[in-house]
Structures are given as C-alpha cells and as structure tokens.
C-alpha cells in the first residue's frame, strides 16, 4: 500500500499586523523523515497600504518514498490568496482557478495516475489548505504561493510583520521588500529582526537580504509612515478589465457612544468541540464585563453544539451572578456545530451574545429571521468570519472578532454603540461600484475601492451613529495617470468578494472567483501536469497552453452529444438484459451434493430457464406501455408476498469493538456511560473511529441523544473530509437520524456531485424521509448526468444498482409521482427475494460482496451467477463500491452474507475502513423487509468479515 505524509504550514496572524509563521512540517506517521524547507525566498511588494507577500519554498524529501504533501494555514480576516504555482518538469506552472469540486476531481483523477497536480483551496472558517503530489524520494519540490492584505498599525504607522521561525538550517534565504512611495523605517524591537536597509530607486524604496546554512528566529517587520492628510486618491489599471479602479484609506477615529442597557439578554454559548481553538478565559471575561454594563435584568443561557442541549434564566444583581458563571465554566465541550440550524427569532429577548467561532458543521443550513440584536463574538484564529458577519448585519448587531483585539475593546465593543460608515455619494456616471456598499463599522481604519470612468471625480464619504451622520469625508481621485499595475483591481476585487460572502451568494462568488482568480470557499486554483488533463476538465490553463487547449475543446465539443446517445442506448441495452435475467433467471433443475475433495469427474449441469425466455421491450417504447409494464411488474410483486406465509428473518452481525475505550464503557453502569466516555476523550478524541465505535455503542444501547451528540464530533475533526462525511451521514442513515443524514449529504454532494455516489446517499435518504419525487428525481441523476470517463470505469455498473432503488421506488408510489423525465426502456420494476448491497467510504479500496446460499455455494466476483439463480454485479476494485447480489426466488435455509477485504492503496481519515450493507429481503413488494449495517475493517487485517444471515423456512 502506498504511504504518504502531510505536509503541514501554519500561517498565524497576530491582533495588529500580519503575523504568519514560515512551514512547520509533519508526517502522519512516525518512521517518515521529516520533509525539510531547504530553501526560502521572501518578496514583499507595497502600494500605500496594500502588500503582496510572495513565499517561494522548496521542500527537501529524505524518504525512500514518494510523498503527498499538504499546506495548511489559517487566513486573516479579508486576506486572499492571490497565485499558486508548482514546478511541473523543472518549470514553474501557475495555478489557474475554477470550481472547487472540479478541482478535486481533476487533482484526484490525476494523481492516480501518479503525476504532478497541485490544489489549493480554502476551507470553512477561511483555512488555506494546498495539496502537493508526488514530493519525489531523495528529491526537491517547489511551491509558490502569494496572499494579499491591507497593512494595520498603530496611529502612526503602518506595521509590516512576518515572523521567522525556521530551526532547521535553510540552503539559502533572500527577501527583497520594495515600497512604493512612501520611504519605509524600521522600528525599534526586543525582538531580533532582519536587517532590512532601504535605498531609493525611482519612486520605490527597495531592500534585499540573503542568508546561507543558517536557522532563523527573527521577524521580517517594517514601518510605513500614515500620511497626515489624504488630499487626492491614485489609480490603478486593471488586467482582467479594462477599468481603472481606485482605493483609498482613511484613518477614522473608532468612535462609540452609550446605548440603552436591556433589561432581558440571551446569550447562546457554543459548546462544540472546536473549543480547542478558542479562548474561553477571554470570552468569559468578555461576558462578565457585559454584565458589569448590565447591572440589572435577566440573562437566558443557551448552550448548543449539534443541537441546543440546555436554555436557562439567571437573574443578574450588580452585575453578578455566581451560579451562572460556574454553569458556565462547567460546561462540557463535545459535538459538532450546528449554528445554521438555530433559530434566532425564537428568543425573546432585546439582544443576543452570540459565543462561537461560526464555523457550522452540523444539521441543515437554513435561513435565519432575526427579530434581536446579535453581538457576535469570536476569540478564534480559524473562524468563519463571513457567517458572523451576516448574523450581525442583519439584525444589526455587531461582530467582535476578539481574536484580534483585546479583552478591555471588545467589552467596549459590545457595551457601546460603534460609529459606522453610512453611506457614500458620488456621480454614478464616473464612479461605479465602490466597496463597502453597505454600513460598516469601523474598527481600527476604514478603506474603499471601486471603478472608476473620466480624468477626476469626488468621493463623499458619510459615517456616524444610526441614521445620524457625525463625520464627513470629502476625497478627489485623480484618474489622469493610472499606475500600471493590478494591484488596484485585485484589492477591489477582494473587498467585492468579501461582500459576497457576506450575503452568502455561492452563485457569485464562483463567477468572481474565477474570473479574478481569487480563491474562495467556493473556487479553488490547480496545477495540471498535461494540456490533455485540463481539456478532460474543462479547465482553462495558463496562457502558454491555451492555443492548443482550445483546439482539443473544440473538437471535444462536437462529440459530446454523440458521446451521450450512445451511452444511454447501451444502457437500455444493458438493463434490457437485466431485465430478461430477472424474467428467466437460470437454474438447475436439481441441485446436486457438494462433491468430495477426492472426487475426480464431475458431470457437466444442465442449466434451464423457468420460463420461455420472451424479447426484452424496446429502448423507444411508450411512456404508457412502460408504466403498464411496471404495474404488471407490481401484480407480480403482490403475488411474489404472498408466496410465502413465514416472513424471511435478517440476522445482522451484532458490532463488538474490540478496542479498550469500548471496554471501559462496558464497565460502567449506563447512566455514566456519557461521562465516562468524555474522560476518554482527553486520550483518543483525534482518532474518528472513537467517535464511530462510542457512538455505536451508545445506539445499541437505546442512549440516541448522547450517541447523536458523539458522532457528530466527526464533522469538527478535519473541516469538509468527504470520507468524514460520508461515514457520518451512512452511520445516521444506519441508525434512522435522516434529517440529519440528508444534511450531511447534502454538504457531500456539494463538493463532490462528479461522483455517481453522492446522488445516491441523497436519493436514498429522501426516500427514508418520505419525499419520493426528490429520491427519484436525485437517483436519476446517476443515469443522465453527463460522467467523466474515468468515473464510468472505476464504478462499472452503478447504473443498474441505481434503476433498481428507482424502480422500487416508483413501485410503491407511482400514482404520485412524476416519472416524464425518465426514459421509458429504465421503467421496469423487478421484485426479488434476496438483495443486498454494500458500499464503504474509502476510494482506491477493493471490497468483495461474498454470498453463501443454503447449497453452500458462494456467490462472488469468481462466481457470478450461482446454480440457484443468484447473480452478483461487477468487481469494484478502485473506488466505493457499490457491489450488489440478487436472488429471485430462495429457496429454504440460510444465507450467510460475507465480505473481503481484498485491499486499499489509500491512507483514510479514519484509519480503518467503513462498510454500510443494505440487506433486503422481498425487495420490492409490500412485505419487503430492510437492515443496515455499517462495519469498520482494519487494513492492517484484510480477509473476511461477516455481515449477517438471512434464513428463508416455511
């Protein structure tokens, strides 16, 4: 099996300036070598306020081994990465943007075939994460990336910090800072700095530095003097357009005035488990100085983290209340976060402090009304500012990002009225636009940007309190010559962005993304090895390799009807097939004994069908003939339930993890179960099968609320991990959790809709929810979408298994449903007495569905048609299954219901890997009976794993 590492980057950034550290790597396992930075190349380039920092890496692998590296740092509040470059065969490729779900597919489909993709995305709680494969054994790789910001400061100055912190000895190590302007200083520091000496060029003040075989613990700082006055704004041009745009930053006094005290607040208390990353002192401290502004009045606290788990009221005197506060602090931090699925206009209530990082992972992601204030406050470097943000602005509250201010302001903060930006006047015939849009409050500055037409034009800028305007700022931008560099554009398009994000439109986020190659939560920028891979997504690359992509995309273009058609004719043909298998499935005519091991000859059978085997119908046929086909089909199925009077019984393996946590838990009486399981979550709450065998656990033993709150901690353990997901959406499918299932999978499909499986999950768990229209309507999905080649061969027959549910489906609801959609040569219903499917969560794996039937005979991929007439779809070898067994009529005795870990070339999240079963029996008749089963295999333990049995008898 392959072996890959991580390779890990932590960019932090501090309260006043930016603050990244340089790459700390890791491995994920201990007998890797580290991959070492060898070589580091820092340029910084600043226009007024507005920096460009570009890291140029290269990264030494001392394995013996191919690696997988990934990149991964929080981003600041408004900073965007901005270029992502890798060297593909000795050359720099840049990275161009596009969809992040294509993206993935791309990189994934590439990296199988083991050449070099890179991605870089951003995550939720606005995390950048590049992934690098392959960092050659013995060898070099370099990356490139750069990230764009408004510089902050103090009074005086604009502060320049990137701290240097690299204990092994780097090759070598340049910076080259150039200021545009304004001549830089350096400030005087306890910290060692890097000896920055700028000489003037032109209109640039530049210095360079170098350094060989040396460790680094110093800070890259500079100072650039705020100008006194801003009499008149530059411009600057663009390059994706042919505006010219403008920005400018003012250095507004954060003024704030009193507000009337409430006398009835409610404060929602995030009790998820990404309390790790923030800082509980400071909210609580922040809490208690709202409460010395309070004095008087009641306060409700609500804690919530996968759902609200407690809503109590406290009566305030002077500002105090012990009990609370000790409440508080006694709080248990556990589960994922579903902050989407509050409902805010439920508390009533003059103000709502909101505690939380607003990273929501957990439940569905509805709309919210808003009938208070909400004060939201975070104190986390990994947060989702823009989900806060929209809470605030819409009930016109306020965001605090505690993160980056201290105790005392935010207290300030959430006890005062903040001055804000109004609104803004200008000729809509010169200016266009301008960003912010929107009242804003003001913090430490306040800056804008937009388009602007003509030679000159005045900018009016109102702020104050409310609707009362208290301060003016009156601003001429000179357009006469524009600085010839993109800068401009890139910063408005940031401040656009960020907008965007703000009132949530994905739609418009994608499209700005792409078109200012900006990566957002939404788009993400790829390296691609070969002009053939970015024709097969559709993915514009770099200019050097257009020309001949858009000659290969043409050509691409003709053949994609044609390409459709025929799959879709094949299809009928295939299912035809099926169909006429299900008609007149083979059989002996008598099942002989099992022959003896010394046995020699064995005769030849003789192989019969039940009935004379009739012409499949036509792939054109009519609509009404096709439903009348099912609803003969349905005949056939009530008269199939009646067969039999003794209801087939399902036995499922019963799960026992072996693990000690689980012995522990057994040791203790149930009542303390939950408790005893947050001990041991100090030990093992990084390893997700945790998570999956507690919860289980907790399942079997009728404890469903405290095992839901446990496996949803498998959505805070690695921000949007597919295979996380989708283990924990098919574990709450498993347990009958739907709503919550079909939340999950919604988030799958999302970013993952290239792959047939994510229609599936979601189809099945509408069917589940009773919405039938939505099941088929996703379920079809797998049948007329338009699926990459590399899919169609990886998951070979998934069709087929799919027009089965869909069949079903239709089966028991037909006269409610609308089914034009569908080709009729799909419409037929095919009720059997044994069917069972398995599906698992690791790509790159190889399962096997092995079925024994009474005659001892198995059923698998060396065996695919038994003498009973059971039939089993194709080998899955390289991705999640499914694989499938059906049996028309079973005759009595029991069926045992195996699978085999054959093997996988991938490293999971969650080490092992997770199998869901779907054992029916009656499939597709009124007495059709259903269990799941999800079971977790060790790859270290390949072999066979029983699922269950099924035992027919009269």
């Known amino acids: 099996m392959k072996k890959h590492s991580i390779l890990i980057l932590f960019l932090i950034f501090s309260r006043i300036a930016l603050a990244q550290g340089i790459p700390i790597l890791k491995t994920t396992d201990d007998t890797s070598k580290p991959i ?425 800028l109102h702020f104050g309190f409310g609707g009362e305007i208290t301060e003016t700022k009156r601003i001429l931008i000179d357009n006469a010559e524009a600085l010839d560099h993109n800068l401009g554009e890139r910063i408005w398009a940031q401040k656009k962005l960020k907008t965007l994000l703000v009132d949530q439109n994905v739609a418009a986020i994608k499209s700005h993304g792409k078109k200012f190659n900006l990566v957002t939560p939404n788009t993400s920028l790829i390296v691609l090895d070969d002009v053939a891979d970015y024709v097969r997504y559709e993915i514009v690359p770099p200019a050097s390799l257009q020309e001949e992509y858009f000659k290969r995309i043409a050509m691409k273009n003709e053949q994609k009807k044609d390409i459709k058609k025929h799959r879709i004719l094949s299809l009928c043909s295939t299912f035809s097939e099926d169909y006429n298998w299900w008609k007149n499935p083979p059989i002996q005519k008598s099942v002989p004994k099992r022959p003896n091991v010394n046995d020699v000859n064995i005769e030849p059978v003789e192989m019969v069908s039940r009935d004379e085997i009739s012409d499949a119908p036509q792939a054109n046929m009519e609509m009404e003939m096709a439903m009348d086909e099912v609803a003969s089909e349905s005949k056939s199925s009530e008269k199939r339930s009646k067969k039999k009077e003794n209801k087939p019984k399902i036995t499922i393996a019963t799960w026992d993890s072996k693990a000690p946590y689980i012995n522990t838990l057994k040791s203790v009486a149930k009542e303390n179960v939950y408790t005893t399981y947050l001990e041991l979550k100090d030990e093992n709450g990084t390893n997700p099968s945790f998570y999956f065998d507690v919860a289980t656990y907790m399942f079997q033993n009728n404890q469903r609320k405290e095992g839901l709150r446990v496996i949803s901690n498998l959505a805070e353990l690695e921000l949007e991990n597919t295979e996380l997901l989708r283990t924990l959406g098919r574990k709450l499918f498993e347990f009958k959790f739907f709503t919550e299932a079909l939340a999950v999978f919604k988030e799958v499909l999302d970013t993952r809709s290239f792959e047939p499986h994510s229609y599936i999950d979601l189809g099945l768990t509408y069917a589940e929810l009773g919405e039938n229209q939505e099941a088929i309507n996703n379920l079809y999905r797998v049948i007329d979408k338009e699926w990459d080649a590399d899919i169609m061969s990886r998951f070979n027959g998934i069709e087929l298994i799919t027009l089965h549910d869909i069949n079903n489906i239709i089966f028991k609801h037909k006269e409610k449903l609308d089914v034009s959609f569908i080709n009729p040569c799909f419409l037929k219903h095919m009720p059997v007495d044994v069917r069972i499917v398995i599906d698992w969560d690791a790509n790159e794996t190889d399962i096997d569905l092995w079925i024994t039937d009474p005659n001892k005979e198995k059923c698998s991929y060396s065996n695919k048609n038994t003498r009973l007439g059971g039939r089993i779809s194709y080998d899955i070898t390289q991705g999640y299954g499914p694989e499938e067994f059906r049996l028309k009529d079973a005759i009595d005795g029991a069926y045992g219901i195996d699978v085999n870990f054959y093997g996988t070339r991938k490293q999971t999240a969650l080490g092992n890997v997770t199998v869901r079963a779907l054992v029916y029996t009656n499939f597709g008749t009124k007495d059709e009976q259903k269990e799941v089963l999800t079971l977790q295999l060790e790859p270290a333990k390949s072999g066979d794993f029983n699922i269950g049995t099924i035992e027919f008898k009269k």
């Open 36 to 460: 070492q930075l060898s070589d580091l190349h820092i340029n910084v380039f600043v226009i007024d306020n507005i920096a460009t920092t570009t890291l140029e890496m290269r990264f030494y692998n001392a394995n013996n081994r191919v690696m997988e590296g990934e990149l991964n740092f929080p981003l600041g509040n408004g900073i965007t990465i901005s270029r992502f470059a890798l060297d593909v065969n000795g050359e720099m490729r840049e990275g161009v943007v596009v969809d992040k779900e294509t993206a993935t597919q791309a990189f994934e489909a590439v990296t199988r075939r083991n050449v070099d993709p890179g991605l870089a995305e951003v995550t939720t709680g606005n995390n950048f994460k590049a992934r690098v494969y392959p960092i050659p054994a013995k060898g070099y790789k370099k990356a490139i990336i750069a990230f764009e910001h408004e510089i902050k400061g103090d009074a005086a100055n604009y502060i320049y910090q990137l701290p240097l912190h690299i204990k092994n000895a780097l090759e070598t190590f340049s910076v080259k800072v150039e200021v545009v302007l304004n001549k830089p200083k350096i400030l005087k520091s306890n910290d060692p700095q890097i000896n920055l000496k700028f000489t003037e060029a032109r209109n640039s003040y530049i210095s360079t530095y170098k350094e060989e075989n040396k460790t680094l613990e110093s800070n890259l700082s500079f100072a650039i003097p705020k100008p006194k006055k801003v009499s008149k704004v530059i411009t600057y041009k663009g390059s994706v357009t042919s505006d010219n745009y403008f920005y400018t930053h003012l250095d507004i006094t954060p003024e704030q005035r009193k507000k009337k005290t409430p006398k009835k607040t409610t404060v929602v208390w995030d009790v998820s488990s990404s309390v790790q990353n923030r800082d509980l002192e400071k909210e609580v401290a922040i809490l208690q100085g709202y409460f010395d502004w309070m004095k008087q009045g009641k306060v409700t606290l609500v804690t919530f983290s996968n759902t609200i788990h407690s809503s109590k009221t406290y009566d305030l005197t002077n500002g105090k209340n012990e009990k609370l506060i000790s409440d508080l602090k006694a709080e248990h931090y556990d589960g994922g976060t579903a902050i989407n699925a509050i409902d805010f206009s439920t508390f009533k209530t003059e103000e709502i402090l909101l505690f939380s990082d607003g990273v929501s992972n957990f439940g569905e992601k509805n709309k919210n009304n808003f009938e208070s204030p909400i004060i939201a406050v975070n104190t986390s470097n990994i947060a989702n500012h823009s989900l806060l943000a929209y809470m605030a602005v819409c009930s016109n509250g306020t965001y605090i990002n505690a993160f980056e201010s201290a105790t005392d302001q935010a207290i300030d903060k959430a006890t005062h009225e903040q001055k804000q930006f109004i609104r803004a006047e200008f000729d809509t015939n010169k200016i266009k636009e301008i960003f912010p849009n929107n009242r804003e409050k003001i913090t430490d500055n306040f800056s804008m940007s937009g388009k602007i037409e003509g030679d000159k034009a005045e900018l009016t």
